[in-house]
């Protein structure tokens, strides 16, 4: 499972950001590698013309799943960190949830 990392002009795409994105969202996901093709993440600073503190940067995560469409999540917090993991958490929950109900779902 690939992490492709994209971020706005307001933040820098460095090789530690990536390193830390795919670490953690590689890990939260890592008991659906096997049925997701990719996933994108995407951040930003939505208040980057503000000054101050705040809940400012935002994550979100599309799970591209081969053969169904893409599921995608979205967290707001303070820091890139926080936003990125809370993402990932939301990301794991959804995809338990996709992934139960297609293996519940009756044979035809």
Same mark, same amino acid.
């Given at each position: 499972?690939?992490v ?5 002009n307001?933040?820098?795409?460095? &090789? ?7 670490? /953690?969202?590689g890990? =939260?996901? &890592?008991?659906f590698?096997?049925?997701?093709? @990719?996933? &994108?993440?995407?951040?930003?600073? /939505? ?6 503190d705040?809940?400012?940067?935002r994550?979100v995560? &599309? %799970? @591209?799943? %081969?053969?169904?469409?893409p599921i995608?999540?979205?967290e707001d =917090? !303070? ?10 958490q939301?990301?794991?929950? %959804?995809?338990?949830?996709k992934?139960g109900?297609l293996? @519940?779902?009756? !044979?035809?």
């Open positions: 499972m690939k492709h990392l994209n971020t706005d307001h933040l820098s795409a460095s &090789e530690g950001l990536s390193e830390r994105t795919d670490r /953690v969202v890990g =939260a996901l &890592e008991r590698a096997d049925r997701l093709t @990719r996933v &994108e993440a995407h951040l930003s600073d /939505v208040n980057s013309h503000k000054s101050g705040g809940v400012d940067k994550c995560l &599309e %799970a @591209r799943i %081969a053969g169904q469409q995608a999540v979205t =917090a !303070e820091t890139v960190d926080q936003a990125i993991s809370g993402a990932a939301k990301l794991k929950r %959804a995809l338990d949830s992934f109900k293996e @519940r779902r009756p !044979e035809k």
